[in-house]
């Protein structure tokens, strides 16, 4: 779409789709509509001046004269009576779209700045507690650990002599008195003990004892 101001026409076609003209005058020109977006003129003069339609605008008033031959000619003048008045064109012209939301809503934008400043400082202090304050403040200063106590169950407990020396000589002497005397280890095997000395003895007398296959 152009704008033509203060321009004059003469002796030509001039093609006016979707065009607007303020303040143009035409003289012994043919203005050329091909059905495309309405043209515009204000305060325009003019002169012997004609219009021709092409395109689809032509196919219209085509498809209006074939009709008014026919039967439908009440019809088709009244509908051309409609879009004289103006009518039809209100009537079929589609409501205009919602406008679109432009602008700037300060107000938003000042809820989320401030919401996001939160957060930060939130997250800022929850940092600096837990790593800073958190570890030189209260860790350090609390109270030592204390050990866990438990109350040992007797029971469970060995029985334990209440003289160890005692027990200890105990042992000792049965352990001479097992080595030193004579004894059956299995009577019916004929398996006997004799005292470790004499047994070195016979050792070195006779040898080691040989098995018998």
Same mark, same amino acid.
């Given at each position: 779409?152009?704008?033509?101001?203060?321009?004059? *026409?003469?002796?030509? /076609? %001039?093609?006016?789709? &979707?065009?607007?003209?303020?303040?143009? $005058? *035409? +003289?012994?020109?043919?203005?050329?509509?091909?059905?495309?977006?309405?043209?515009? *003129?204000?305060?325009?003069? *003019?002169?012997?001046? &004609?219009?021709?339609?092409?395109? %689809? !605008?032509?196919?219209?008033?085509?498809?209006?004269?074939?009709?008014?031959?026919?039967?439908?000619?009440?019809?088709?003048?009244? =509908?051309?009576?409609?879009?004289?008045?103006?009518?039809?064109?209100?009537?079929?012209?589609? +409501?205009?779209?919602?406008? =679109?939301?432009?602008?700037?809503?300060? &107000?938003?934008?000042?809820?989320?700045? =401030? +919401?996001?400043? !939160?957060?930060?400082?939130? =997250?800022?202090?929850?940092?600096?507690?837990?790593?800073?304050?958190?570890?030189?403040? %209260?860790?350090?200063?609390? /109270?030592?650990?204390?050990?866990?106590?438990?109350?040992?169950?007797?029971?469970?407990?060995?029985?334990?002599?209440?003289?160890? +020396? !005692?027990?200890?000589?105990?042992?000792?002497?049965?352990?001479?008195?097992?080595?030193?005397?004579?004894?059956?280890? /299995?009577?019916?095997?004929?398996?006997?003990?004799?005292? $470790?000395?004499?047994?070195?003895?016979?050792?070195?007398?006779?040898?080691?004892? %040989?098995?018998?296959?």
């Amino acid at each position: 779409m152009s704008t033509h101001r203060n321009e004059k *026409f003469a002796n030509q /076609d %001039v093609v006016i789709d &979707g065009n607007r003209y303020e303040g143009c $005058v *035409f +003289s012994n020109s043919t203005l050329v509509y091909g059905g495309g977006e309405l043209p515009a *003129f204000v305060n325009c003069t *003019f002169r012997q001046t &004609g219009l021709r339609l092409t395109d %689809v !605008a032509q196919q219209t008033t085509t498809y209006l004269s074939l009709l008014n031959a026919t039967e439908l000619r009440p019809a088709v003048g009244k =509908l051309l009576g409609q879009v004289e008045r103006g009518a039809l064109a209100s009537s079929q012209r589609p +409501s205009p779209p919602t406008p =679109l939301a432009t602008g700037r809503n300060y &107000g938003q934008l000042a809820g989320i700045g =401030l +919401s996001l400043m !939160a957060v930060a400082i939130v =997250l800022g202090v929850a940092l600096w507690y837990g790593f800073i304050y958190f570890p030189t403040n %209260v860790t350090l200063n609390a /109270d030592p650990a204390q050990p866990l106590y438990r109350e040992p169950l007797m029971a469970q407990m060995p029985a334990l002599p209440d003289s160890l +020396s !005692a027990s200890y000589d105990q042992i000792r002497a049965d352990q001479i008195e097992r080595i030193s005397t004579y004894g059956w280890v /299995d009577e019916q095997a004929g398996i006997a003990k004799i005292p $470790v000395d004499v047994a070195a003895e016979l050792i070195v007398e006779q040898g080691l004892p %040989v098995r018998e296959e």
